[in-house]
């Protein structure tokens, strides 16, 4: 009973979504209001739960929409700098199949930002990129979705392996391997399924070769920067390594001629902005000085010993330690660094001219008129989250499916990595939820536990893209709002088949561990 009232709003939201087409601020309302009258009708949710719950939840939302508001911000920018344009009139000179621009865009550009940023500006930024150069709206949030998912846990600089290692306290070693074999097989397949998304099985045989090799070789670059202990840079040299590849496939298999110098000079400009975003992010994480300087100032949320109370399934007291519950160092903010580098960006367009007096005008009206419903939609779905996991109800979840999957755990855990993102639109929140709970149910039931570990992480790397939050992301830059139950009705089986293939890697290295001596 505990289980099927504790997942009943994530069905409502997913049902609402995907079988009624409402928009992810109303079915966010909706489920956030159902999660409300679950928790203090039937699991003894008190007022000081509430209101902490609540307080909780803006924290989070405030760190989400930070992202959100400075990914939107920086599109804003390059568009009104005329950078999307260029896009259109020369990537496909050297891209000229749309195979292959979802291909450079959808699945390695995407990546290469996940691994120097993430947290949602994959999507935002590739999106509407994507349409101008033919797409439909729904391909163009679709196809970077999937690009970028197996990049989650070690793109945005490890911040979710970090977490995991942190929650968990387990040895590095072979945990960090075991997760980057997972993450490149799923590369692989993610380079599949977007060429799939763009022409079917006509574009996958025609392009099978290519996209191959270069899905082996940005996972290989994953599995060596693990190796060799940089795993905070994982994604990002396996992107790297993908482009590289790329550029050199393009250039000596595909058009067998030079690019045009106005095409490599156009196309520099474009991506300077990219280059100023990167360049940013790397001095704030790798410049000693300059991060010491910026996680100075750190807002701290605190939360006080906390638990339910008595209610209608008489489940023992749901316990809330006392202790920090979120810290933003907010100088170092990834929305904030972001921010950093549009300010950057935008003298620096300015002084070739690119933008006028009046484009930050136009630019800011189009902020506000586009971000206010997104903003209600992110701020419903994080404070349910934050409800559900001071309830008791995401632990009712997770318990639920170990037990009715107790003789196939291995499947469990992916799926309770997937549900913990999809509930926290986070790998990170995802890990930080369930870390503890997979690692000892994996100890009574006798499974290795950097496997299970491992498992959790992947699959909330990849069940992250279907969050309703990072699905509200794409929406903002590509004129879907309303949409976004078409996005998700979409997504859903291909994140679940991705969960399958993962757990089909999960079980075959449980075979060859069990054939090991």
Not at 225 to 251: D, E, M, Q
Not at 287 to 294: D, R, S
Not at 358 to 369: H, N
Request: with cysteine; aromatic share 12%; proline share 4%.
């Amino acid at each position: 009973m505990a289980f099927a009232l504790s997942i009943l709003p994530i069905l409502l939201i997913l049902v609402l979504m995907a079988g009624f087409n409402l928009s992810a601020e109303k079915a966010g309302l909706i489920g956030y209001l159902a999660c409300v009258l679950i928790g203090v009708i039937f699991f003894g949710v008190t007022v000081p739960i509430l209101s902490y719950g609540h307080l909780r939840g803006l924290w989070f939302a405030i760190d989400v929409l930070l992202i959100i508001w400075s990914a939107y911000l920086f599109y804003l920018v390059i568009d009104e700098a005329g950078i999307v344009q260029i896009l259109e009139r020369r990537l496909p000179e050297i891209a000229p199949s749309q195979g292959m621009q979802a291909f450079a865009l959808g699945w390695i550009f995407a990546s290469f930002l996940q691994g120097v940023g993430g947290f949602g500006v994959p999507v935002a930024v590739i999106a509407p990129i994507l349409i101008t150069l033919g797409f439909s709206p729904l391909q163009a949030v679709l196809i970077p979705s999937v690009g970028h998912g197996w990049g989650v846990t070690f793109g945005s600089l490890g911040s979710s392996f970090r977490a995991l290692l942190a929650i968990s306290g387990h040895p590095i070693f072979p945990l960090n391997v075991i997760t980057a074999v997972m993450l490149a097989c799923s590369c692989v397949l993610s380079g599949w399924i977007c060429l799939l998304l763009v022409n079917g099985w006509r574009e996958l045989r025609r392009s099978f070769g290519w996209v191959t090799s270069t899905g082996l070789v940005m996972g290989l670059f994953l599995i060596l920067g693990v190796w060799w202990g940089v795993w905070n840079l994982g994604t990002f040299l396996g992107a790297l390594a993908g482009l590289l590849w790329f550029l050199f496939w393009v250039r000596y298999f595909y058009n067998h001629q030079r690019i045009d110098r106005n095409t490599l000079r156009e196309l520099g400009a474009a991506f300077a902005g990219f280059g100023v975003l990167i360049v940013v992010i790397f001095a704030v994480n790798f410049v000693p000085l300059l991060k010491t300087l910026l996680e100075q100032v750190k807002f701290t949320l605190m939360l006080p010993p906390l638990e339910t109370g008595q209610n209608r399934l008489n489940l023992a007291p749901h316990l809330i330690k006392a202790g920090k519950a979120g810290e933003i160092a907010i100088f170092s903010h990834p929305g904030v660094v972001l921010f950093y580098a549009i300010v950057l960006i935008v003298f620096w367009y300015a002084y070739q001219g690119r933008l006028e007096r009046d484009s930050i005008g136009r630019v800011g009206r189009k902020l506000l008129r586009g971000l206010i419903p997104t903003t209600i939609g992110v701020w419903a779905m994080v404070t349910m989250s934050s409800l559900m996991e001071m309830s008791g109800m995401t632990d009712a979840i997770a318990q639920g499916l170990s037990v009715w999957f107790a003789k196939f755990y291995p499947l469990a855990a992916l799926l309770i990595g997937a549900v913990g993102a999809f509930m926290t639109g986070s790998n990170t929140n995802s890990n930080v939820l369930f870390a503890i709970l997979q690692m000892q149910t994996a100890r009574i039931l006798g499974y290795p536990t950097a496997l299970i570990l491992a498992a959790q992480t992947a699959a909330a790397s990849i069940g992250s893209t279907l969050a309703p939050a990072k699905i509200i992301v794409g929406t903002s830059t590509t004129g879907l709002r309303g949409k976004e139950g078409d996005i998700l009705r979409r997504l859903f089986p291909i994140v679940l088949f991705q969960i399958l293939f993962l757990g089909l890697i999960v079980y075959g290295m449980l075979g060859l561990e069990r054939m090991l001596p």
